[in-house]
């Protein structure tokens, strides 16, 4: 089963390159610590308002040393379109503080280290990883763990498990553009509600799609 599994994978992975050929984050940045920062903002919100929102946001604060010391509530002021604003403004404060009493200034270089920020967990961290380390990494958001449902890579829902299940099918290498090309597909194919199954590159290697069609998977 896990050779087929791998398998399956693997032709996932080729089909989503030929489908984007360019992976990367929809998140826009010029610094690391600002990558970090987007994607706290990003949680129970959607990429395109949080870049509509950093661009005033560190336009305001152009330094880490301006977050760390940041008036509360100014700053919740200026994140309040993307939401939880209270609670990302306080953690926001206190990661670049963190970053700064602890780390020099620069990001944390492993997993472990980065999800002790304030604010940050599996998700984020994985983020950091691949786009700024370029290590590899599994980002298990909704998109990723909805469609790797419906291929049958993972049977979870639980972003941990669903992490932990990729990264033993995924190439190393591919994993973390593989997560960024999830993301493009589930929001032009593999939506959420009402998925666009007809003509979908990757129908064939899809357990839900198969199930559902009588067809035999790849």
Known sequence: MNEELNKKAAEAVRLLEQKYPDAACSLEYKKPYELLIATRLSAQCTDARVNIVTKVLFEKYPTLESFAEADL????????PCGLFRTKAKSIIELSRMLISDYGGELPRTLDELIKLPGIGRKTANLIMGDVYKQPAVVTDTHCIRICRR????????????E???RELLPPEKSSDFCHRLVNFGREVCTARSPKCSGCPLSEVCSAFCARTGAGEK
């Open 73 to 80: 509530a100014e700053l919740e002021d200026v994140i309040r």
């Open 151 to 162: 291929l049958g890579l993972t049977d979870s829902d639980e972003p941990y498990k669903v």
């Open 164 to 166: 932990k299940e990729l």
